[in-house]
């Protein structure tokens, strides 16, 4: 999965338009969505994605996806506080300078029209309340506009426009693939119906208290550590002067998240692809970064399953 060069496998050779949408944590998936498809042999010839859709559609169409993906698995504590840079204004919790500096380094300073397949990260210009497709231009910029959640991540100023995360207005962003040639169209949609909860067995309970006891299962994804960022830093007592009300944070994501599952469909039902691959809304929360080899997992399994409806899978 190094390159999204085209695929030898004789097992499909149908070209596709992936779409990858957003979600938060959850577009980890994405990452497993695209094994499956390059092991069934389709050749993923443009990608059209926001928010981490974009993110882990541009480290594909780059070669750096795997290496993305050994680098979350082991990062550590220090390593993450080491990546926020804490915002002292009202536009979001975290300017991202950090963290997208690293992002850059993982793809360089790599043009989008100079990538080997079509690829688009849609934005939302919040000044004019109308999506934007970044389709020229560095990668790495394109992703930091595109992935910039409200009330996390400060807003990107690009050309002029003040842009966010693209999945406020459109969560799967599936317009951008009509004028490809592809055989097919296939979005991934991380707002699916909700799963039934996993019985808990001696077995995963073993496997569960194991994670508890990673720096990584005492997390709730990035807000609690932005927590452990407060109380490091300033002690506790810093922490609580903020004025931040955690809870309102939580359900702030809460509700971006109910948005963007409720805009997702109507797009669906709008502008159906020939494949639809959901992922459970309720598979991890939108910030749960630390779920990277179950969801990944997940995003296989799914892809699979809605893969085997076309005959001769």
């Not at 688009?120 to 394109?142: N, S």
């Not at 426009?161 to 055989?183: E, Q």
């Amino acid at each position: 999965m190094n390159h999204p060069t085209k695929n030898s496998t004789p097992a499909k050779n149908k070209t596709v338009s992936l779409v990858l949408g957003s979600g938060g944590a959850r577009g980890l998936a994405h990452i497993g969505v695209i094994r499956c498809l390059e092991e069934k042999g389709y050749q993923i010839c443009s990608i059209s994605g926001c928010s981490m859709g974009a993110l882990i559609g541009g480290l594909y169409a780059t070669g750096k996806l795997d290496a993305y993906e050994d680098w979350l698995k082991q990062l550590s504590k220090t390593e993450l506080l080491g990546l926020i840079d804490v915002s002292w204004n009202s536009s979001g919790l975290i300017k991202g300078e950090k963290l997208f500096n690293k992002l850059a380094d993982f793809l360089g300073d790599v043009q989008i029209e100079d990538l080997d397949i079509a690829y688009t990260a849609v934005a939302t210009d919040i000044d004019h309340e109308k999506e934007v497709w970044l389709q020229t231009g560095l990668l790495h910029k394109a992703i930091r506009a595109s992935i910039s959640l409200p009330m996390i991540f400060t807003p990107y100023e690009h050309h002029g426009m003040t842009l966010i995360d693209g999945g406020v207005l459109n969560p799967v962003p599936i317009a951008p693939t009509f004028s490809d040639h592809n055989d097919l169209i296939i979005a991934v949609n991380l707002g699916g119906k909700p799963q039934d909860k996993v019985q808990e067995t001696p077995e995963n309970d073993k496997q569960n208290s194991s994670e508890s006891s990673d720096w990584l299962g005492h997390l709730n994804g990035i807000t609690d550590t932005i927590k452990d960022f407060f109380v490091e830093k300033f002690g506790q007592q810093k922490d609580k002067s903020i004025g931040l009300d955690w809870d309102v944070l939580d359900i702030s994501n809460r509700a971006f998240d109910s948005m963007q599952n409720t805009i997702a469909r109507q797009k669906l039902a709008s502008y159906p692809p020939d494949f639809t691959i959901d992922i459970p809304r309720n598979a991890c929360g939108m910030l749960e970064f630390n779920q990277v080899e179950r969801m990944v997992k997940l995003g296989y399994e799914q892809a699979e399953k809605a893969l085997s409806t076309r005959p001769g899978n």
